[in-house]
């Protein structure tokens, strides 16, 4: 009686985990499916040209897929930060530059295996969150926000002098570094890495989202509302925030290393102020502390760059600019977060609409 019982439960349990990720599970589903649509609509070459990585829009695509996961996965890491804790960090880049020059660095010139790269990866990530984490007991708001753009600007610095150009490349970045592996090989293998990537995007997400609804996070929400009020009711918040530090230092030096592996080169422009403002910028489109707003904006802010830049050559810098401006106006939580607030209104609105038809 108790084995079926604990069957019961636990099919139960499968049939609540599938409905609550029904949405996650069938867009990843599509993405899976997307290469191999556009091989036969678009390109006309079929399912196999897919596999066999032959030249054509389903590869591109897939590139241009890939790189919109690497900076969900960075966005992913600062919503963490900014959106869920609070934390105004100028010096997020720090975090995605360090795993992409790390990993690069210990395979081109320490000719480490990749599971061993990977892992000085991982020293070194917690490392820097270590750093960033010595300020948080003695300043928080705009000053932590300086001071983190400060030692963030010390890296910029040192990782473009000429005493490190051996390893780092200095202004021109660090080129040439071997594929890791046959399977984490970009060019060669564009779909299995295609494969890789969304697989570690969605398990980011959906960690993610674990860590929002956990009491970790509902303690970081409280930091971000009001951290005197977290401290007056017993919690420790320095420990708190330097947890959140650590794990958005990992997921950024994880897509730091992505995209070192999909990039023929590393330049100092992935550790600039820029690139942390385009952190900002992606899940300001999504919505800020909505964790999926991260994905979305993504996708928006890489294809409105790519296309606007293709259709208008050196105006798309303004046309992006306006974009923001509209999508600030008109979108102020961003398109998830408006969605949320609005959605309640969305379902009445349908319903009317429904009686109208009904009548």
Do not use: C
């Not at 963490?80 to 210990?106: E, P, Q």
């Not at 202004?171 to 046959?182: N, T, V």
């Amino acid at each position: 009686m108790t084995t079926v019982r604990d069957g019961t439960t636990l099919q139960s349990s499968v049939r609540r985990w599938l409905h609550h990720r029904r949405g996650l599970l069938i867009a990843t589903g599509l993405m899976v499916l997307f290469p191999f649509v556009v091989s036969l609509v678009v390109d006309g070459q079929g399912i196999s040209a897919v596999f066999a990585n032959d030249e054509g829009n389903a590869r591109f695509l897939q590139g241009l897929a890939i790189e919109i996961f690497i900076l969900a996965l960075y966005a992913l890491s600062y919503d963490l930060i900014l959106g869920v804790t609070g934390l105004l960090s100028f010096g997020h880049a720090m975090f995605f530059a360090v795993g992409a020059y790390t990993f690069g660095i210990m395979l081109k010139t320490a000719e480490l295996a990749w599971p061993t790269a990977l892992l000085v990866v991982l020293a070194v990530a917690i490392l820097q969150a270590l750093l960033f984490g010595v300020v948080l007991p003695r300043v928080k708001g705009i000053a932590f926000a300086l001071i983190t753009l400060g030692i963030a600007s010390m890296f910029w610095i040192v990782i473009q002098s000429s005493d490190l150009s051996d390893y780092a490349g200095a202004e021109i970045g660090l080129q040439g570094i071997p594929a890791p592996a046959r399977f984490l090989d970009s060019t060669n293998e564009r779909f299995v890495f295609y494969l890789i990537t969304l697989a570690i995007l969605v398990m980011v997400y959906m960690l993610y989202t674990r860590i929002a609804d956990s009491p970790l996070g509902k303690v970081a929400n409280a930091i971000r509302d009001n951290e005197d009020r977290a401290l007056m009711l017993g919690f420790n918040t320095f420990w708190f925030k330097l947890v959140v530090l650590v794990i958005a230092s990992i997921t950024a030096a994880l897509a730091g290393t992505i995209h070192t592996i999909h990039q023929p080169i590393v330049t100092p422009n992935v550790a600039s102020l820029g690139y942390t403002v385009t952190a900002l910028l992606v899940i300001l489109i999504g919505g800020v502390g909505t964790i999926s707003g991260a994905i979305v904006g993504a996708a928006v802010f890489r294809l409105l760059q790519y296309y606007l830049d293709r259709w208008f050559g050196g105006s798309s810098d303004l046309l992006i600019g306006a974009a923001y401006v509209l999508l600030v106006l008109y979108l102020p939580y961003g398109i998830v977060g408006t969605w949320r607030v609005k959605r309640l209104q969305i379902a009445d609105g349908r319903k009317r609409l429904a009686a109208l038809f009904r009548s």
